[in-house]
């Protein structure tokens, strides 16, 4: 059973950096499709970013240029770097992974950002 925990969110202030992690256990990363969504109150989970297997990335227009994710296999976590937060980047941030042979998919717990002066 794979488990996917989040990690790395806090209050920062406007401006800021924060870096989330999504750990895994139970299987290696390496054979997953890896997602960040988020959710702000009120309002729909949203696909924030996205990396494939071999590193293909992708970032929403809201976040590019500011967010970058990545992924390490060797430690079996892919990370968020979240520099030049905004207010509208509060929300809870949630990784999720999808097997790329099997197509069972997996979601983290989520970790709450919360970007305010």
């Known amino acids: 059973q794979v488990q996917l925990v989040e990690s790395g969110g806090g209050l920062v202030q406007p401006g800021g950096s924060l870096r989330l992690s999504c750990a895994f256990s139970?299987?290696?990363?390496?054979?997953?499709?890896v997602a960040w969504y988020r959710q702000a109150p009120g309002n729909e989970r949203e696909l924030v970013a996205s990396?494939?297997?071999?590193?293909?990335?992708y970032c929403t227009d809201s976040v590019k240029g500011r967010f970058t994710i990545s992924r390490d296999n060797a430690k079996y976590t892919v990370y968020l770097q979240m520099n030049s937060l905004k207010p509208e980047d509060t929300a809870v941030y949630y990784c999720?992974?999808?097997?790329?042979?099997?197509?069972?998919?997996?979601w983290g717990k989520g970790t709450l950002v919360t970007v305010s002066s």
């Open positions: 999720n992974a999808k097997q790329i042979f099997t197509r069972l998919e997996y």
């Open positions: 139970g299987s290696s990363s390496s054979t997953y499709a």
């Open positions: 990396i494939t297997p071999s590193g293909s990335t």
